[in-house]
């Protein structure tokens, strides 16, 4: 596995955002069409320390990580560290608006209130907007190469288990209507810049963060 990550290395990226508990049986909107696009010159970091949490235990954040031998997700150093702010009214708890601009995410928690989360987002010519549904989740995503993807790269596996190896990171939330998910990512070092095409991309921890807090049926704004 180790060497077919190191391979995927430099060609492989993944891309897109309230507060129960994971289905138990997820439902995958895309069937088994896990990624849909690629990063050239990418390298996937696996080293840093733990971040500190400082929600931990609120929010209904959870301490637990996945299922099984893949159960936590490895340490990373968040280069943008969540934070409590103050944010427009208008939004209902539960809401997540992405600003594609300031490459942030915000997670209403009550009127006022956000957790702010930096991401990663859409390279130029990728960016979109709108207004969408979580419609899925899931822990640590298998991985299965688009049909689009393979023709460009027919040396592309055409499947990879999910693992502290997958591009997709330890977890995805499913955004309705689109095939882009938020997503985690074993390359902390591009969260703060435009490098997807059209995901919302976070780090582990974030976005294990994030998981525990959104429900299925969330709405996700994404505003350029």
């Given amino acids: 596995m180790k060497t077919l990550a190191t391979a995927l290395a430099g060609v492989i990226g993944v891309c897109v955002l309230a507060t129960a508990p994971a289905m138990s049986t997820p439902y995958d909107p895309f069937g088994t069409n896990d990624a849909d696009d690629y990063y050239a010159g990418q390298t996937y970091s696996r080293a840093g ?55 942030r995410l915000y997670f209403v928690t009550a009127p006022g209130e956000a957790i702010r989360y930096g991401v990663g987002v859409g390279r130029p010519g990728f960016e979109w907007s709108g207004t969408k549904k979580i419609v899925a989740k899931k822990e640590w995503p298998s991985w299965v190469p688009p049909k689009a993807m393979l023709a460009r790269r027919p040396d592309l596996p055409r499947y990879m288990a999910g693992g502290v190896e997958n591009p997709l990171g330890a977890r995805a939330m499913y955004i309705g209507g689109t095939e882009y998910r938020i997503h985690g990512s074993n390359e902390p070092d591009t969260i703060g810049q435009a490098v997807s095409s059209g995901c919302i991309r976070m780090t582990n921890d974030d976005v294990s963060d994030l998981y525990e807090r959104v429900r299925v049926g969330a709405k996700v704004v994404v505003l350029n």
């Fill in 49 to 103: 320390a733990q971040q500190y949490d400082p929600y931990a235990g609120q929010y209904g954040a959870s301490a637990g990580y996945g299922q099984g031998a893949q159960a936590a997700p490895q340490a990373q150093v968040a280069p943008i560290p969540r934070e409590m702010v103050r944010f427009d009214p208008r939004y209902t708890p539960g809401t997540m608006v992405v600003s594609t601009s300031e490459r």
